[in-house]
């Protein structure tokens, strides 16, 4: 590292620029306070991560103007079932009085519509910027300092108001509390022989949740999140295609015809994470920052887009900036919400067939 920039001074940063940060910067455009995201990620990438946006998500893109603008194929009905057991749940779009009940979407396309819309109205983001030390001094005099690395040189920005949206390990942030599940999920673009016809699956079976959302060109095309037991993840993702797609219609069954083709497989191990206090004093932690859920019920990302929402309306009716008051109730408003999410994903997760 060489060189050291002189302090800057904003009245809310934003530490990270995926969807729930951007949001969050989008929703607070037009406010008088000045905004400043700061983003670590410098490349593109490209690995496809396809999520579930629910209804309730897609008003809120809607309201700050982002909707329409990036891919999304819409669910119209949602299967439940259970391998092995009788019965099924069955939802449709049409019962519920809406066009859809949520739309799958890139989690890349979606961060960088939502970047690019942030820009373009004029929003300020610094890139490479990777914060590596949080300095609260909101209780003694209502501001927090940033220390962050960014073109080979170490630089500081004062703010009113820190907002965490996305994790990592950074000095003066306590870590969350965290519970393994034991568990990893494996994640593939997947085709079956008959068509998906806008339905998401979800299927309990034997080593854990199974989810399908349509998602791409084909009628069978599918996005797919298997969770199993952490040592079934690596022999499962080095199988050859033909071997995995064996062991798919073993897991899941013949409701959908056979699985046919499978792209190459990821693997991402599981745990709960959360903070069940702010952080640091007067900083707010949002979407993953807050809480990592389980990915049953595909609800992580539908809870983080409700925190920033929430959480720039709590600004923009604040008259006083005051890190330690809005904290308190910001954490007191969102309670309900996120510990019954919490406690529902994870309550799903010891399921078995």
Request: hydrophobic share 45%; proline share 5%.
């Amino acid at each position: 590292m060489v060189g050291h920039t002189c302090d800057a001074q904003t009245d809310i940063a934003i530490i990270g620029g995926g969807p729930v940060g951007v949001m969050l910067a989008l929703a607070l455009l037009g406010d008088s306070r000045r905004v400043i995201l700061l983003e670590s990620r410098g490349t593109r990438t490209t690995i496809s991560r396809p999520l579930a946006l629910s209804y309730g998500s897609w008003q809120l893109l809607e309201r700050v103007h982002a909707w329409g603008t990036f891919p999304a194929t819409p669910i119209e009905a949602i299967h439940v079932s259970q391998r092995g057991g009788f019965g099924r749940l069955t939802m449709t779009a049409a019962e519920a009085g809406v066009l859809a009940l949520g739309h799958v979407v890139d989690y890349m396309q979606l961060s960088e519509t939502l970047r690019e819309a942030f820009v373009r109205r004029r929003g300020q983001v610094l890139d490479e910027a990777t914060v590596i030390r949080v300095q609260s001094d909101a209780i003694a005099d209502g501001t927090t300092t940033l220390v962050y690395e960014q073109a080979n040189a170490t630089r500081v920005l004062n703010a009113r108001l820190v907002v965490l949206a996305d994790g990592g390990n950074i000095e003066g942030i306590a870590p969350p509390k965290t519970v393994p599940y034991g568990q990893s999920a494996i994640t593939a673009a997947v085709r079956t022989s008959l068509p998906h016809d806008n339905t998401a699956y979800e299927r309990f079976t034997v080593d854990g949740p199974l989810a399908l959302l349509p998602f791409g060109a084909g009628p069978g095309d599918f996005a797919l999140v298997w969770t199993v037991p952490e040592d079934k993840s690596e022999p499962l993702r080095q199988m050859d295609d033909q071997a995995f797609l064996q062991a798919l219609d073993a897991a899941y069954g013949t409701r959908l015809g056979a699985f046919v083709s499978a792209t190459r497989r990821q693997c991402f191990p599981l745990a709960l994470r959360y903070h069940a206090q702010p952080p640091a004093p007067g900083v707010i932690a949002v979407g993953n920052a807050a809480q990592t859920l389980h990915p049953v019920a595909g609800q992580g990302l539908n809870l983080g887009l409700r925190d920033a929402w929430e959480l720039a309306q709590l600004i923009r009716n604040t008259v006083e900036l005051n890190a330690i008051e809005l904290t308190r109730r910001f954490h007191t408003q969102r309670r309900v919400d996120r510990s019954t999410m919490v406690a529902a994903t994870h309550g799903l997760v010891d399921r078995k067939s």
